[in-house]
């Protein structure tokens, strides 16, 4: 049990120094958005791609 | 009271053959018969070819005569803004206009291609098969400036389920790559090189998963590029494409998504990235040989929208 508690707490440090570090946030939210549409067109490619064809 | 009915039931034996099933699942993977893979630089063929289609923004026309079944000289002309890569985030762009002739030669065993351009620079690339399996590859670009013309020479060699490939550059650059059918499906390649002028060496995997409906691919490199990539045949005119490239020495990533529609009388290929950036291609063919091209290129976060138009004569 206190193990996962130090590994939460370490967890919310790592989230914190992403987020509110203005520099590692200006990439990371590049990164968000690159992963999220590459990962959303290949879900809607694979369970909507048929209605795309002619 | 109704009469049954009274219907001598004749129970006929038969006998019954059981043909085993054999469904597509179960069947057996020779591992010993799998098939070639393709070349290690062109593991992500399908997605480069719908996600990028050759934008430029201006006029083009080119015209390409045969003069007879292996041999036929090209002439292009592209007038409009050049862009000049500079160090700020605005893009510079000088207008001009250059005429370019070009000379193929085409054999079954060996293609020559030659252009040269009117400001000075010369491209030609070569490709002769040796043997059956082994092919060599040659290009090159020179130029007018001192330091900026470069050569490539590379040897291919094709197995039963691998194929292997040996580069060599000037400024003392060595590439090697292999790559290895897995299963009738999956292929794996792995790649080294070497840049003697600039001290760096680089190694990189990569690999490769395809059925009928879809092919995705994936390869990272020392260099810190990762790349992604998945195509979706949806049908035999349209495929799907999203791809993703990061890398993380230059804190760079892009993902983009598109379509390429590929008709009887044309070809439309658009994409839509992440940097804010809409694409998109077409060409129509208007007769036999006869091909009018439209591009349009919006980049909604620099502010910079680029439009071009051309025609293609010959095949």
Same mark, same amino acid.
């Given at each position: 049990?206190?193990?996962?508690?130090?590994?939460?707490?370490?967890?919310?440090?790592?989230?914190?120094?992403?987020?509110?570090?203005?520099?590692?946030?200006?990439?990371?939210?590049?990164?968000?958005?690159?992963?999220?549409?590459?990962?959303?067109?290949?879900?809607?490619?694979?369970?909507?791609?048929?209605?795309?064809?002619? | %009271?109704?009469?049954?009915?009274?219907?001598?039931?004749?129970?006929?034996?038969?006998?019954?053959?059981?043909?085993?099933?054999?469904?597509?699942?179960?069947?057996?993977?020779?591992?010993?018969?799998?098939?070639?893979?393709?070349?290690?630089?062109?593991?992500?063929?399908?997605?480069?070819?719908?996600?990028?289609?050759?934008?430029?923004?201006?006029?083009?026309?080119?015209?390409?005569?045969?003069?007879?079944?292996?041999?036929?000289?090209?002439?292009?002309?592209?007038?409009?803004?050049?862009?000049?890569?500079?160090?700020?985030?605005?893009?510079?762009?000088?207008?001009?206009?250059?005429?370019?002739?070009?000379?193929?030669?085409?054999?079954?065993?060996?293609?020559?291609?030659?252009?040269?351009?009117?400001?000075?620079?010369?491209?030609?690339?070569?490709?002769?098969?040796?043997?059956?399996?082994?092919?060599?590859?040659?290009?090159?670009?020179?130029?007018?400036?001192?330091?900026?013309?470069?050569?490539?020479?590379?040897?291919?060699?094709?197995?039963?389920?691998?194929?292997?490939?040996?580069?060599?550059?000037?400024?003392?650059?060595?590439?090697?790559?292999?790559?290895?059918?897995?299963?009738?499906?999956?292929?794996?390649?792995?790649?080294?090189?070497?840049?003697?002028?600039?001290?760096?060496?680089?190694?990189?995997?990569?690999?490769?998963?395809?059925?009928?409906?879809?092919?995705?691919?994936?390869?990272?490199?020392?260099?810190?590029?990762?790349?992604?990539?998945?195509?979706?045949?949806?049908?035999?005119?349209?495929?799907?494409?999203?791809?993703?490239?990061?890398?993380? %020495?230059?804190?760079?990533?892009?993902?983009?998504?598109?379509?390429?529609?590929?008709?009887?009388?044309?070809?439309?290929?658009?994409?839509?990235?992440?940097?804010?950036?809409?694409?998109?291609?077409?060409?129509?063919?208007?007769?036999?040989?006869?091909?009018?091209?439209?591009?349009?290129?919006?980049?909604?976060?620099?502010?910079?929208?680029?439009?071009?138009?051309?025609?293609?004569?010959?095949?």
């Amino acid at each position: 049990m206190t193990d996962s508690v130090v590994s939460v707490e370490k967890l919310k440090a790592f989230v914190h120094s992403q987020y509110y570090d203005e520099e590692k946030w200006a990439l990371n939210s590049k990164l968000l958005r690159a992963v999220g549409l590459f990962a959303g067109s290949i879900f809607l490619m694979r369970n909507y791609g048929d209605l795309m064809a002619i | %009271m109704a009469a049954a009915l009274n219907v001598p039931l004749t129970t006929s034996t038969t006998t019954v053959t059981t043909i085993p099933q054999m469904t597509k699942g179960e069947e057996k993977v020779d591992y010993l018969n799998l098939p070639c893979p393709i070349p290690y630089e062109e593991i992500h063929r399908e997605a480069l070819m719908s996600l990028k289609p050759e934008l430029f923004e201006g006029m083009r026309f080119d015209f390409t005569k045969g003069l007879n079944q292996k041999f036929s000289l090209s002439h292009s002309v592209f007038m409009g803004p050049m862009e000049i890569p500079s160090q700020s985030s605005e893009t510079i762009k000088i207008p001009a206009a250059h005429y370019e002739f070009g000379a193929n030669f085409i054999d079954p065993k060996l293609m020559l291609f030659g252009r040269i351009m009117t400001d000075g620079r010369l491209n030609a690339r070569v490709k002769c098969d040796l043997t059956e399996n082994l092919s060599l590859k040659a290009n090159s670009q020179l130029t007018n400036e001192p330091h900026m013309s470069h050569g490539m020479v590379s040897f291919d060699y094709k197995g039963k389920d691998y194929r292997t490939q040996f580069q060599l550059g000037n400024g003392a650059l060595f590439g090697a790559n292999y790559i290895q059918s897995v299963t009738p499906h999956l292929s794996f390649g792995g790649e080294v090189f070497w840049a003697g002028q600039h001290r760096k060496s680089g190694i990189g995997y990569a690999a490769r998963y395809n059925t009928d409906k879809m092919v995705a691919t994936g390869q990272v490199a020392s260099t810190g590029l990762v790349a992604l990539s998945y195509v979706q045949k949806v049908s035999e005119k349209v495929s799907l494409a999203s791809d993703f490239m990061y890398n993380y %020495m230059s804190k760079d990533v892009t993902a983009s998504f598109g379509y390429d529609y590929i008709l009887r009388q044309c070809r439309l290929r658009g994409k839509i990235d992440s940097n804010g950036c809409a694409a998109a291609f077409l060409e129509e063919r208007l007769n036999m040989g006869l091909n009018f091209i439209l591009s349009a290129e919006l980049d909604h976060r620099k502010k910079d929208y680029k439009f071009g138009f051309g025609l293609t004569v010959g095949e």
